[in-house]
């Protein structure tokens, strides 16, 4: 970690934006990561993207919790690991309000917990915990899988296209496909293995995708990288669960909880693999775990996370 990428998210912001067109820098910057502040450690946050399911995402509520956090520690402190529970599902027509406790100032850990409240009642339960660098003798990693590069792949936006260009589709998977192209989300995907990704053919509850955030964000602020990757960190997780099972779809399936560790400094606006897996499914649950890779083989943060999942059988001349 190096002393420079210690500021706080709103010095990024500001310098971010000395250096970057307003338009090329990341949404996730400018407004779904820019809390507001109403009082001393409480914030409101508003949303950007919202799933289909009309629940909050659950990466932009703890990629907001964390905001709230790290506000509140010196910029000495790095994020090192956070624990959430989603205890309610969040409602996409109203803010989301974060509530701080100074939990422990430690000498070398400093604790925060977050409280993300909607109509007076916490939807999702958050302790993080950030670190002065310390140095260590004992380091060790897992060797990073060997994958195609991200220039050799398809973003999702493409691999999308062509799909909408074969003869045989259906009015209403193509009507989904054009609801998906005109979604903005704030990231962009390139999956190493795109028929597998999205579950043409069943297979091994694991997969791979290169990820960044869409836009600029500049190197000088590890916390809001962390911020950033908590947000993206959500996005593929559950889905990996369901990898086995093609004679199933989802009918509802939203995440309990997830936990994170950040290990190394990253950039969230670089490209990114994310190396997901589901060592065990179950009782309407499933758990999902996730390292996110630096492009030069450095493990940057890994993750975990478990889930409801309750499926129907697929219809037999679905298409998608
Ligand atoms: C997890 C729950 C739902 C748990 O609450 P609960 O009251 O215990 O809910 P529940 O009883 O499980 O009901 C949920 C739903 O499951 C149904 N259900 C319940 N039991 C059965 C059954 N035996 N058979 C068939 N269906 C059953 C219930 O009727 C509910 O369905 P409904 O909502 O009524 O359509 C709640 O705590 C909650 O909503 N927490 C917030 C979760 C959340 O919003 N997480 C973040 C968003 S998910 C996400 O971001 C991941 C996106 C990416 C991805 O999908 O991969």
Not at 178 to 195: D, G
Not at 207 to 215: K, N, P, V
Not at 264 to 279: G, I, Q, V
């Amino acid at each position: 970690l190096k002393e420079e990428q210690s500021k706080n998210p709103d010095e990024s912001s500001e310098s971010s934006a000395a250096q970057c067109p307003q338009d090329l820098r990341s949404v996730l910057v400018t407004s779904v990561l820019n809390l507001e502040q109403l009082d001393i450690d409480l914030y409101r946050g508003t949303h950007h993207w919202v799933p289909r399911t009309q629940r909050l995402f659950g990466g932009q509520i703890i990629g907001q919790a964390l905001v709230a956090a790290a506000k509140s520690v010196g910029d000495n402190l790095y994020a090192h690991s956070l624990h959430c529970y989603f205890v309610r599902a969040g409602d996409p027509k109203v803010p989301v309000l974060y509530q701080v406790d100074r939990t422990r100032d430690g000498r070398s850990f400093t604790v925060r917990s977050v409280k993300a409240i909607q109509h007076g009642q916490p939807i999702l339960i958050c302790q993080a915990s950030f670190q002065v660098l310390q140095p260590s003798p004992l380091q060790h990693q897992f060797p990073m899988p060997v994958v195609p590069q991200p220039e050799d792949l398809l973003t999702v936006e493409e691999l999308i296209q062509r799909y909408l260009s074969k003869p045989d589709l259906t009015e209403s998977a193509k009507q989904g496909l054009n609801k998906l192209l005109a979604t903005e989300v704030p990231i962009e995907m390139k999956p190493v293995s795109p028929a597998h990704f999205y579950r043409f053919a069943p297979g091994e509850p694991r997969r791979l995708f290169w990820a960044r955030a869409r836009g600029y964000i500049g190197e000088g602020d590890m916390k809001l990288h962390c911020c950033v990757a908590a947000y993206v960190s959500d996005f593929a997780l559950l889905g990996t669960v369901l990898l086995p099972y093609s004679k199933y779809k989802a009918r509802f399936t939203a995440s309990l909880d997830h936990a994170m560790w950040f290990h190394s400094t990253f950039r969230s606006d670089e490209w990114m693999l994310y190396e997901c897996d589901s060592p065990w499914a179950g009782s309407s649950r499933g758990l999902a775990q996730c390292r996110l890779w630096r492009r030069d083989g450095v493990l940057a943060a890994s993750c975990s996370q478990e889930g409801v999942l309750r499926v129907k059988p697929v219809a037999e001349n679905s298409k998608l």
